[in-house]
């Protein structure tokens, strides 16, 4: 019994004094995400990357905006937001403790403001996604006055690009098209000495 409390003794405290004293954390621990709305486009990545569903995105086209939301409460840290996000506007913290009296702060939010389209007037992507894929651009090489002159390609819907590029789509003569695509074309075949 007296080795038992001589090997106690000689070994010391194996505890740390959390709470009363801050704990220590190891690299690259996964505590909170912290978030950084000026550095965020609004591309969504993260939110269908988030397999908690803790980050959510609504787009209100009435207002013209858009919501970015992380709710602390569902996260459960696995990191993907950070691995997805291409501006690094997420990133996990070393910070764990999150209690709060109130459930409401556990909400992060932002609320982006959405390019309309330069040919119906539809809002349709988030200002700053279309403003950095063209900084890209810049960066890679192109001069600003080139992708300036692109800003109306960037600044137009899917929508209203697929009816651009539908020429002429009203003298397209169906029965043609339906008489080429009923011929049979023989099938070439293969030789005994040819490889796959």
């Known amino acids: 019994m007296f080795k038992l409390f001589k090997t106690i003794l000689k070994v010391g ?52 905006t858009r919501q970015w939301q992380l709710f602390l409460g569902r996260c459960i840290f696995c990191g993907r937001c950070e691995e997805v996000c291409p501006t690094r506007a997420i990133v996990l913290s070393e910070e764990f403790e999150l209690a709060v009296f109130n459930k409401a702060d556990l909400y992060q939010r932002a ?19 279309v403003d950095y894929v063209m900084a890209l651009l810049i960066h890679s090489g192109m001069s600003a006055e080139d992708v300036e002159l692109q800003r109306p390609h960037f600044e137009t819907c899917p929508e209203c690009k697929r009816k651009q590029n539908i ?30």
């Open 13 to 64: 405290d194996t505890t740390v004094k959390y709470p009363f004293k801050p704990l220590d954390v190891s690299h690259g621990f996964r505590g909170k995400p912290q978030y950084d709305a000026e550095q965020c486009i609004a591309c969504g990545a993260c939110t269908m990357a988030c397999p908690a569903n803790a980050l959510t995105m609504e787009t209100d086209t009435a207002k013209g």
């Open 167 to 196: 020429v002429g789509h009203e003298n397209i003569a169906l029965k043609n098209n339906i008489a080429l695509n009923n011929k049979v074309i023989p099938t070439p075949r293969r030789d005994e000495g040819s490889k796959l």
């Open 111 to 129: 609320s982006f403001t959405l390019t309309h389209c330069q040919q119906c007037q539809k809002p349709f992507a988030p200002k700053k996604e």
